[in-house]
C-alpha cells in the first residue's frame, strides 16, 4: 500500500529462507519485495546469503514449497510461493539453472529519472497507485475466469514467438508472463479512458523492445553460468599460459619416457 517506501520494506535477504517462503506464499498474488542481495566478504555469509536466495527464487521459479512432516509422520501441507518476488541485489545467485529461472533487469547509473522518481514517490506516498491496483483488481477479478483459458493460449504463443531470443525456455515464459499482465493492465487503463488505444499500441511496442532487450543480455549473463563455458575458459585459460600440470587419475604414479618418440 501507500505506507510502502525505502524505509518500509517488505523483507530482505538477511532474513532466514523460511521466513522469505512463508511470505512469499501469504502474499499471494501480490507484489513482495526482497531487498539487498549482496554477497559478503566472509565466505560463510555468502553461502548462507546464496543458499537463501536459491531456496527462494527456485521454489518461486518452479512453484513448488519444501514437503515437511509432523512429529507423528503425517504430511504438512504445502505452501508453495505464490507472490509475485522481485528481489534487488549487488549481484546474481551462482548457477545456470537458477539464473534461468530470473527475470534479470540491469540498472545501470542514469537509467533512473530522478526527478520523475520523486514525483512518483510523491503520488505513490498519496495513495495514487494504490487506488489504480485496487481499481485494477476489481475490473480484473470480473474477466478472470472467463478469460483463463483465453490467456493460457495467448500466452502459450506469445512464448512461442520470443523463445528464440530466450537462453532457455523458462526466460521465454517470463517475459511472456510479463506482456501478457502488461497487455491486461494497459487494455484496464484504455477502458478507464486515461490513454488511448494508440498510445496503448506505443508503450506495448515499447515494453516488447525492453523486455526483448533484457531477455538478450540475460543471454549473456546465462552463458557465463553455464558449467561447460566456463569449464573451456579455465581449460584455456591454463593452455595458454604454457605451464599446464596434469595428474593421473589413479593413485599410484605414472612413469613417462625421458624422450618419448
Avoid at 486515461?194 to 532487450?213: F, H, N, P
Amino acid at each position: 500500500g501507500k505506507e510502502m517506501d525505502s524505509q518500509h520494506i517488505a523483507s530482505s535477504f538477511q532474513s532466514t529462507a523460511n521466513s522469505l517462503l512463508i511470505g512469499a506464499f501469504r502474499l499471494k498474488n501480490a507484489l513482495f519485495l526482497v531487498d539487498d542481495y549482496a554477497p559478503k566478504s566472509s565466505r560463510n555469509e555468502t553461502d548462507k546469503q546464496h543458499n537463501t536466495a536459491e531456496q527462494l527464487f527456485r521454489g518461486s521459479g518452479n512453484r513448488t514449497g519444501r514437503n515437511r512432516l509432523r512429529p507423528d509422520g503425517t504430511e504438512r501441507p504445502d505452501k508453495p510461493p505464490r507472490a509475485l518476488v522481485v528481489a534487488t541485489g549487488e549481484d546474481l545467485p551462482v548457477g545456470q539453472s537458477l539464473v534461468a529461472r530470473l527475470f534479470i533487469v540491469r540498472v545501470e547509473p542514469g537509467d533512473v529519472n530522478l526527478p520523475n522518481l520523486t514525483t512518483l514517490k510523491v503520488l505513490a506516498a498519496e495513495g495514487s497507485f494504490a487506488q489504480a491496483t485496487s481499481d485494477y483488481i476489481q475490473w480484473l477479478a470480473q474477466r478472470l475466469t472467463a478469460g483463463r483459458k483465453e490467456e493460457k493460449q495467448r500466452l502459450r504463443k506469445m512464448a512461442d514467438g520470443i523463445r528464440a531470443e530466450a537462453s532457455h525456455p523458462r526466460s521465454a515464459n517470463s517475459a511472456a508472463y510479463l506482456l501478457i499482465g502488461l497487455e491486461s493492465f494497459l487494455t484496464f487503463v484504455v477502458e478507464s479512458q486515461v490513454i488511448s488505444e494508440e498510445e496503448k499500441d506505443g508503450l506495448m511496442q515499447r515494453c516488447r523492445e525492453g523486455i526483448l532487450a533484457c531477455l538478450g543480455a540475460q543471454a549473456d549473463v546465462a552463458k557465463q553460468h553455464d558449467p561447460i563455458d566456463r569449464f573451456m575458459t579455465a581449460l584455456r585459460s591454463v593452455l595458454n599460459s604454457g605451464a599446464p600440470h596434469l595428474i593421473p587419475r589413479k593413485e599410484e604414479m605414472v612413469r613417462y619416457p625421458d624422450n618419448p618418440s
